[in-house]
């Protein structure tokens, strides 16, 4: 902590001296949805269909419907930045993003940081509260308890002290470089409401996180504030006038939960609702709205990338757990028996989505020096069997069982999600394995235990997932495994651990500047391809399904929900 505050001290000095600048001087707000000319009023409801309810609005809490948390947080949340599209950084709270040139992200020589964040002064809380820098400083306290069941303590962690210098200026030391300081976004720092939550977090740790503060009493800071929630049916969203980048354009969003994708598409064929989005509305489901919408001009898909989907070995003994997985050249094997080129065209519909390699999007900066250095494992039956003679697994016969030294079948357990296009992408894969002569089945993981962490961290052999593609995203470390000393939230269910994967990984989070990050970047996925820690599969078409009297809606980019934009949505009258 002493190192922590002796940076802060010195970023409090350096924020003191800067001259102040006048409120009138403040930049227009940018971003993809800025005006020329005075913002009209909002109006109209717009009727969105997601398929979970979520336990919580708060984004950096773990709960039972994170897809639809995140839906929702990013609608009734505010971060110091926003992301747009093109991938650059937005300030929304902040008034202005740190940086070295400006002299508000300052680089020690002994790799501690000090960034200084100003604050837009007319940011403001649900119920007419001023959002301060104060609000940011109780925020870390909380963020960085470890009383505190946090989802994710990343950036938290990379910081040693955070400081309110006056209601618009936040002083922040880190212990390490990380390259996203300068422009804090969701799930990092998201501020919470210290004239509200500061006195039940000083007396009630224990229940801090229970209560009606974060369900049906919340209050935040983004472009909408929660008017009503009916529990397993739906939530109103209301215009909030005085959010911080002007009011949204839409007047309201009536948010339905609804589990059943034939329901959404029939609503949305019907005109009782206007927008759902993927995972909830299947590539299948989609390309049939979209037959039945062709000609008409009633709706359309809007069509992002933003996933992997992988698949995760079972690195740790579990019961059934079959060893033969931990050998690297029985992963390789796997690989090379899946035909992923004709998986992802069933599963997209060929709407959209393409074969990953690695895990990094192909419009990142970093892709082209990432791209020429990974070890890739394409659909070769043959050489899949060569890997597996190598491990000690041979076919007796042409179209026989791969069996070991003591006459036993290689067997292969694939869990399964319960969804139907989960199923779909199990039996394609299981089908393309057992032509390799695996003899593989599937699980298909109850509905009601797809929210067990200890559950679903048993898996005895491989399980699918997917994930948002972002350098935090990386969960394949050795602090990422899933344990009871974390009560099995975190991501990493497989155990994968490698000192070098490790250190490669904490190194893209500290490279600055771009070259860095590219070389970076590089070393990771060249090590992690060859040492096959997950299956890489496809990039998923994060597919929206839109009726044309929706304007604004862009899908998910960066972001792990399509709802980032909702400010930007707008409904013809």
């Avoid at 093109?86 to 940086?99: C, F, H, M, N, T």
């Avoid at 797809?450 to 997917?466: H, L």
Wanted: glycine letters at 8%.
């Amino acid at each position: 902590m002493r190192r922590g505050w002796v940076g802060l001290t010195a970023i409090l000095l350096l924020a003191a001296c800067a001259p102040a600048r006048p409120a009138a001087t403040e930049p227009p707000v940018p971003g993809a949805g800025q005006q020329s000319e005075a913002p009209r009023a909002p109006r109209g409801t717009i009727h969105v269909a997601w398929g979970q309810e979520p336990n919580t609005l708060a984004g950096k809490f773990a709960n039972t419907g994170a897809t639809a948390q995140a839906e929702l947080s990013l609608t009734f949340n505010s971060a110091l930045a926003y992301v747009a599209p093109d991938g650059k950084a937005v300030p929304q709270i902040a008034r202005e993003l740190p940086s070295q040139a400006n002299g508000s992200w300052a680089v020690n020589p002994d790799g501690t940081m000090a960034t200084t964040y100003r604050l837009r002064e007319n940011a403001k809380w649900h119920d007419g509260a001023p959002l301060t820098a104060r609000d940011l400083a109780f925020t870390y306290r909380v963020y960085s308890d470890p009383e505190i069941a946090v989802a994710r303590r990343e950036p938290e962690s990379f910081m040693s002290a955070v400081e309110a210098v006056d209601d618009h200026t936040l002083a922040i030391a880190w212990k390490q470089p990380y390259y996203g300081a300068g422009s804090l976004r969701y799930q990092q720092m998201d501020p919470l409401p210290r004239h509200l939550l500061e006195e039940r977090y000083l007396t009630d740790k224990a229940s801090f996180l229970n209560g009606p503060e974060w369900t049906t009493s919340f209050v935040g800071s983004g472009p909408f504030k929660l008017e009503r929630w009916d529990p397993g049916a739906m939530v109103v969203a209301r215009a909030f006038d005085d959010w911080v980048l002007g009011p949204p354009k839409a007047a309201a969003l009536e948010i339905r939960f609804i589990t059943d994708a034939n329901t959404i598409v029939a609503g949305l064929l019907a005109g009782e609702l206007d927008v759902t989005g993927f995972p909830w509305v299947s590539p299948t489901h989609s390309a049939a709205a979209r037959d039945r919408w062709e000609g008409s001009g009633l709706g359309r898909l809007v069509i992002s990338e933003s996933r992997m989907q992988h698949l995760d070995f079972q690195f740790k003994e579990v019961p059934n757990w079959q060893p033969a997985i931990a050998d690297l050249r029985v992963r390789r094997a796997l690989m090379h028996a899946t035909d992923r080129q004709s998986l992802t065209e069933l599963i997209n519909e060929s709407i959209g989505g393409a074969v990953a390699d690695a895990f990094i999007l192909r419009s990142d900066p970093s892709f082209a020096a990432v791209d020429p250095v990974l070890t890739r494992y394409p659909y070769d039956q043959r050489q899949a069997l060569a890997l597996f003679a190598e491990a000690g697994w041979t076919r007796p016969t042409p179209d026989g069982l791969l069996t070991g030294p003591g006459g036993q079948t290689l067997r292969m357990e694939f869990w399964s999600a319960a969804s139907s296009d989960g199923q779909k992408e199990a039996t394609i894969i299981v089908d393309s394995w057992r032509g390799a002569g695996i003899d593989a089945s599937i699980f298909v993981v109850p509905q009601a235990r797809s929210g067990d962490g200890e559950f679903r961290a048993s898996f005895p052999t491989v399980n699918p997932s997917n994930r948002p593609i972002l350098p935090e995203n990386f969960i394949w470390t050795t602090i990422n495994v899933s344990a009871p000393a974390n009560r099995f939230t975190a991501s990493n269910r497989g155990a994968y651990s490698d000192p070098e994967i490790d250190n490669l990984a904490s190194g893209v989070l500290r490279a600055l500047g771009d070259q860095p990050v590219r070389q970076a970047q590089a070393a990771l996925h060249k090590r992690f391809s060859e040492t096959l820690g997950t299956g890489p599969l496809y990039y998923p078409a994060d597919i929206m399904l839109v009726r044309n009297n929706v304007k604004g809606p862009l899908g998910h980019y960066t972001y792990p929900a399509h709802s980032w934009n909702t400010f930007e949505w707008e409904i013809a009258s």
